[in-house]
């Protein structure tokens, strides 16, 4: 359970926008990291509130 968990740290810390499931998003990350920030931030509030 260790290795999946910092797997997946490891892969949130250092997404590879090379070979993205989402082009779209890997694109806005490359190009525009601060609004991506600010969209992702919006989401996970609005996710919260829901909770």
């Keep these: 359970v260790e290795s999946i968990v910092l797997s997946i740290i490891s892969m949130l810390s250092s997404p ?24 992702v931030s919006r989401c996970v509030r609005k996710s919260q509130e829901m909770c």
């Design 16 to 39: 590879n926008d090379e070979s993205p499931a989402n082009v779209e998003a890997a694109k806005e990350w490359r190009e525009r990291r601060g609004e991506f920030r600010k969209k």
